[in-house]
Every structure is written in C-alpha cells, then in structure tokens.
C-alpha cells in the first residue's frame, strides 16, 4: 500500500454519517490537505528504523510513518487558519479551498470567512484524530505502542505552545530575545518534524531511551536549522521554488530570528515601520531586504542555522549515524551536503 493508500484509508470513516454534502466537504479539503509535498516525515520515520535494523513488520512502520504526516496535515492547516494564507505553495490552501466552496454556496460576503474557518479547523481536527489513531492501532506491542503515544502527546503540547508564543510575539511592539524566537523554532518545527519521526523510528526498531533521547537532540538541531533557514527563505527565496510569499512574514510582522538580529543593529529604525504593515509594497519589501542584507542579519541567521547542523553532524558522529542517516537526512530535507553551503549561496 502506498503511502497515499495509507492516508486515505486513515482519514475514511468506519461509517459515514449522514450529511454526505459537508462531510464530502471535509474529506474533498483533506485530500487536498495530505496531497503532494515531500513526504519527508514518513520517510525520515522508516530511514530511522532501518540505520537501527529495526524489524517491525513493514505495516506497523507504514502507520506510524503515516500519523507524522497527518500530523503534519494538521498542524499546516491550523496554521493557515491563524495566518489567514488562503494559498500554499501556489496553489489554494484548505482555508482557501473551504473559501472556494463559500463562494460557489453563493454565501454572503460577510459570511465567507466563518465558512472558510469553520471548514479548515475541523478538516484540521479530523487530520489529528486520524494521526492519533494511526499511532494507536499500528499494530506494535503495547509497551512500544505506549512509547510512541508518549512521544506524540509531547510533540502536541510543544508544538501548540509554539504556535501560540509565535502568534503572540507577533502581537504588540515588543521584540523577543534571541533565546526567545529560538524556542519558537524549536517548539513550532523541531519538535514535530524532526525529533517526532526521528524518535518514532527508533523506538519501532526497539532502541534505548538513551539513544532515543540522542535522536531527539540531533533532530531538534537540524529542526532549528531547517526553521532559520526557512525564515531567510521566506523574505529572500524564489517564490517560485519556495511556493512562498515573499511579504508574507513581514506584513504578518513575524518575529523570527531574524528580525531578532536586525533589531539589535542600528539599521532597525528604517526596517521596524515596515514590520507587521499589511499594506507593504514589493518596492518597500526589496529596501527591507537590502537593510536585512547591510546590517548582517541575513548572514548571522546562516551562520547560526550551520553551527545547528555541525552540531548534529557531531552528535550523529558519536552514535555512528552519521554516513547512514544525517548525510542523506540532509540531502532529503533542503539539500544541503556540506556546512558552507548556505541559503544565500544555493
């Protein structure tokens, strides 16, 4: 069964109910939802079973592989509903798509966005159950069943807690310490796209919680890394690689990392008007990036996102994982081989 089988299957109910026009709704938004991308979490679940030589049976493996990309499923479209991206990655996001149905429904203007809510957090909600539910029936022993539910409920409360600190350091004047927005990262990326899926796979191939918790070090570096060097490709990146907006974190005033930095240099005061403006011009954008650019910003959070990855090369080193899983983990995730490659030489 593929992998797209598995979620389907998942997210199909044992028995449909009866408003088979708004439940259609829900799950038409859901494969939307779990369509596409690049499956990284489920792949780096099995990549990590297999450098243990675990030997769960392939279907225990395939279900847990699974819950981490529903999970991922909902945790993306939460966070289109609390960022309002009715697109994502050039195409329309569920939010967007629940907004289509408003439109075609010949709902009243005013009524659209309570539709387009109301569709996106439950299609949301269903993807997390189904990731629940995933984990509890894969079919493991109880004991390692429990392990992964433990390590799932964690990534719940961190990656909410996220969420929620980054929706409110956007808020108000106040700009977060360094130590601050890093949290963020690792609470609203690390947490679920690395150390989960890393720590999955080595708890299906019966490993240590010594080596589990190692796992989980190595994946909150490289999820830190992988956020930093996300934010700079936010602003700077190709939309037509990234499927980003490049205005997006600036007219939402994210304060990420970088913003961080800039605000401590004396460039600040001409980039912090135009911090959080949702009417920012591209013209406006390009002096902002020119400013990140000057005042170092941009290379500081490079610098910072490889000292992450050389930290978990070394601790990848010292468990000997390092050829069998980081090299290619890397290559998988952003393509990155080496540490002087950065974002703004690719």
Not at 84 to 100: H, K
Not at 178 to 204: D, I, N, R, W
Not at 209 to 223: F, K, N, P, Q
Request: hydrophobic content about 45%.
């Amino acid at each position: 069964m593929s992998l797209q089988d598995e979620l389907d299957s998942l997210v199909s109910p044992t028995r449909a109910p009866d408003l088979a026009r708004d439940h259609g709704a829900l799950l038409a938004a859901l494969e939307l939802g779990t369509s596409g991308g690049k499956r990284f979490r489920p792949w780096l679940v099995s990549t990590v079973h297999a450098a243990f030589e675990g030997a769960q049976a392939e279907t225990v493996v395939d279900s847990v592989a699974a819950a981490t990309e529903l999970l991922h499923t909902a945790f993306v479209i939460h966070d289109d509903v609390i960022d309002n991206d009715d697109t994502r990655r050039g195409r329309p996001s569920v939010p967007g798509w629940f907004r289509a149905d408003a439109v075609a429904l010949d709902t009243a203007d005013e009524d659209q966005d309570t539709y387009t809510r109301a569709g996106a957090i439950l299609a949301g909600d269903l993807a997390l159950a189904a990731a629940i539910r995933a984990v509890a029936t894969c079919g493991a022993d109880p004991q390692t069943t429990g392990r992964l539910l433990d390590l799932l409920d964690a990534t719940l409360h961190a990656s909410a807690a996220g969420e929620l600190a980054d929706v409110r350091l956007s808020l108000g004047p106040r700009m977060p310490d360094a130590e601050e927005a890093l949290a963020v990262a690792e609470h609203k990326t690390a947490v679920y796209s690395f150390m989960l899926p890393m720590q999955a796979g080595a708890v299906l191939a019966g490993a240590n919680d010594h080596l589990v918790e190692a796992l989980g070090e190595i994946g909150r570096c490289l999820g830190i890394a992988f956020q930093l060097r996300d934010d700079v490709l936010s602003i700077f990146g190709d939309p037509a690689e990234t499927g980003k907006d490049r205005l997006g974190d600036l007219r939402e005033g994210k304060r990420t990392p970088l913003m961080v930095h800039a605000a401590q240099t004396s460039s600040w005061g001409r980039i912090a008007p135009h911090l959080g403006d949702p009417h920012l011009t591209e013209t406006t954008a390009a002096t902002v990036r020119g400013l990140l650019e000057s005042c170092g910003a941009r290379r500081h959070i490079e610098e910072l996102a490889d000292r992450h990855v050389e930290i978990a090369r070394e601790q990848a080193r010292s468990l000997g994982l390092d050829g069998s899983l980081l090299e290619p983990l890397l290559a998988h995730a952003w393509g990155v081989t080496t540490a002087a490659t950065r974002v703004g030489a690719a």
